[in-house]
């Protein structure tokens, strides 16, 4: 703990406060969130531990990378260590670009795009190795984000884009267990989740579409004043027409990602297929 040195803060989570730190071992500056366990109810209390053992697992390029944890017991407070993204978050890109009346470039779109799919791809898809190491039998892990938005996509000092938050993500088997309640936005709230409210992997592939819509046309696909008229243009999937700037390509991509029916939806494997080669910048570096 004696080896950070706290700086200015940097964002207000839910739980407590986000703190630039300096690790002074190699003066390396890092993110730390501060949060205060007295106020907790048992439910955050767990969805925090959820957070920190997720976190543990995913190491990838796009992911938030978690370093370490430590628990203050005198002041009954959590410290989580994670990588410092000096750039902010997606909202405020999409936030500036509204103001000044300009739309983003179809390049930086993909360039965003791809880089949140092989996120996700990798929480979907990845394999989870704490526990199974010791076996050699690596065993399929899905995780489910459950709150993919603009606030929770930062941008890294190595100029990627880190998919982060996973505050209410929670670990999936593969057995089909499906978390049963819903605690994300609802503007990206998935048709299934309104009529089932069960959520899967495909629930993320409809808050992926309603990013990707947003990066292009500088509002949510769907928007209405109070929730239950939310729910019904959801569950309708009636999409207002993209800015006519964006390709076919992009607007496929959409239309394919906010299908009603959660089936129809592709897997994130599928739209990497999908995806022309050209489109990932991310493997041009
Ligand atoms: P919450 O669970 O309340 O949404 P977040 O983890 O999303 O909390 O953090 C809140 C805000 O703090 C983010 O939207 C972001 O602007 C900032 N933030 C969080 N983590 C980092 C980080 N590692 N680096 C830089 N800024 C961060
Ligand atoms: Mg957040």
Known sequence: MDNYEPL???GTGSFGLIRKVRRKSDSRILARKEIDYR??????????????????ELKHPNIVRYYDRYIDNTNCMIY??????????????????RKE???LSE??????????????HECHYGYGNSKCDSDHSQQHITILHRDIKPENVLLGSDNKLKLGDFGLSRKL????????????TPYYMSPELITESHYDTKSDIWSLGCLLYELCALQPPFQAKSQPSLAIKISAGMIPPLPSRYSEELNNIIRATLMVDPNKRPTTMELLKMMHPSRDITRRE
Do not use: H, P
């Open 39 to 56: 106020r907790m109810n048992d439910k955050e209390r767990n969805q925090l531990v959820s957070e920190v053992n997720i976190l543990r």
């Open 80 to 97: 989580i260590i994670m990588e410092y993204c000096e750039g902010g978050d997606l909202s405020s890109i999409i936030k500036k670009c």
């Open 107 to 120: 390049s930086t779109i993909w360039f965003f795009f791809t880089q949140i799919l092989q996120a996700l």
């Open 173 to 184: 088997n593969l057995d089909r267990e499906l978390a049963q309640t819903y605690v994300g």
């Open 101 to 103: 009346g300009n739309y």
């Open 8 to 10: 200015e803060i940097i």
